[in-house]
């Protein structure tokens, strides 16, 4: 059974601070990482995908991974209220049709 | 951007009835689409893969003799949820994909039965 897991939190962090959301996986044949950010009753919106060990950097958001710890995080600079949201990691195995699998995500409280 | 539709947005509906979901890309070829499923304060769990022309896979648990899943062309699948429950009442949300790299989602349907 392939997992993926976060801290469900909620991550509660001041307007302004760096906010830290991990998450790690359980297939080693995963190639796609994948952090989505879902508010109440909406449909999950992509933030960033990575594909290679290392950082990706996109504005205030910075991926992180690490293949051989099977780890992914999510750092969000400059913390903003709108940020409040929860979540959620995805890791697919990049095959084509391979679907995407979620981690049950983590709701994040960003206090102006 | 790639866009998928997904429609109704919302739908109530009596017990014993059954509910159809559309999905449709709007400006790409979807091979492969996905529908999940999401309960209140849990995440999106995956419940079939469909890929146009063939008959849907559907992951463990998932009751294929209800939820019926079409992906008849090449932009447009559905989900039929048959003789629904209280207990179908959720937020479904399809996924479509176009040779495996980038999914896009559909807004969601919460579907609500009494």
């Known amino acids: 059974q392939k997992e993926v897991e976060q801290n469900s939190g909620p991550l509660s962090v001041p307007e302004g601070a760096i906010a830290s959301l991990n998450c790690t996986y359980s297939?080693?044949?995963?190639?796609?990482f994948f952090w989505y950010r879902q508010y109440s009753g909406k449909s999950p919106e992509l933030i960033m995908s990575?594909?290679?060990?290392g950082d990706k950097e996109d504005g205030r958001f910075t991926a992180q991974l690490n293949k051989a710890s099977q780890y992914v995080s999510l750092l969000i600079r400059d913390s903003q209220p709108s940020d409040s949201a929860t979540y959620l990691c995805?890791?697919?195995?990049?095959?084509?049709?391979?679907?995407?699998?979620f981690g049950k995500g983590t709701t994040l409280s960003v206090s102006s | 951007g790639a866009v998928v539709s997904q429609h109704p947005s919302w739908v109530i509906c009596k017990s014993g009835t059954s509910v159809k979901i559309e999905c449709r890309s709007l400006?790409?070829?979807?091979?492969?689409m996905f529908w999940y499923r999401q309960f209140p304060k849990q995440s999106l769990m995956l419940m079939a893969t469909?890929?146009?022309?063939?008959?849907?896979?559907?992951e463990q648990g998932v009751e294929k003799d209800k939820f019926l899943i079409n992906h008849a062309s090449l932009t447009l699948s559905t989900l039929t949820v048959t003789s629904a429950h209280p207990e179908d009442s959720s937020f479904y949300i399809c996924?479509?994909?176009?040779?495996?790299?980038?999914?896009?989602f559909g807004s969601g349907t919460r579907l609500t039965v009494v």
């Open positions: 469909s890929n146009e022309g063939s008959k849907a896979t559907y």
């Open positions: 297939d080693r044949g995963s190639q796609s």
């Open positions: 996924s479509a994909t176009q040779g495996g790299y980038g999914y896009t």
């Open positions: 400006d790409f070829q979807a091979t492969t």
């Open positions: 995805a890791v697919s195995a990049n095959q084509a049709g391979t679907a995407l699998i």
């Open positions: 990575i594909y290679s060990n």
